[in-house]
Nanobody, 127 residues
Framework: QVQLVESGGGLVQPGGSLRLSCAAS????????MAWFRQPPGKGREFVAA????????NYADAAKGRFTISRDRTKSTVHLQLNSLKPDDTAVYYC????????????????????WGQGTQVTVSS
């Protein structure tokens, strides 16, 4: 069974940056699409970004475009999320998700398409 472990969260001032990482193990090589979702306080889980590991195709939520970058390290089965120009509205628990499916771009943002999830890492943006 695939295990996902997130790291890199923390407290940062508005305008600052963080780099989140998601390390996959236990069959990680079969995970073809990986994504980041987040859950702000008192709200539901929302899509942030996703990447197809075989070809590097990405998809971003509108709130992430131009500020966040998702990338993969195929040799280590690790996915990163670079968060720049952070705003207080970015405060949330960030979750890594993975699936063996190779999703088309339009399907990458659907949380129901991912069968493996990490425990989450807290990102707090505050002065």
């Amino acid at each position: 069974q695939v295990q996902l472990v997130e790291s890199g969260g923390g407290l940062v001032q508005p305008g600052g940056s963080l780099r989140l990482s998601c390390a996959a193990s236990g069959g990680a090589s079969s995970m073809n699409t990986m994504a980041w979702f987040r859950q702000p306080p008192g709200k539901g889980r929302e899509f942030v970004a996703a990447i197809r590991r075989p070809d590097g195709q990405t998809n971003y939520a509108d709130a992430a475009k131009g500020r966040f970058t998702i990338s993969r390290d195929r040799t280590k089965s690790t996915v990163h999320l670079q968060l720049n120009s952070l705003k207080p509205d970015d405060t949330a628990v960030y979750y890594c998700a993975a699936t063996s499916r190779t999703w088309i771009v339009s399907a990458m943002g659907n949380s129901e398409g991912y069968e493996s999830w990490g425990q989450g890492t807290q990102v707090t943006v505050s002065s």
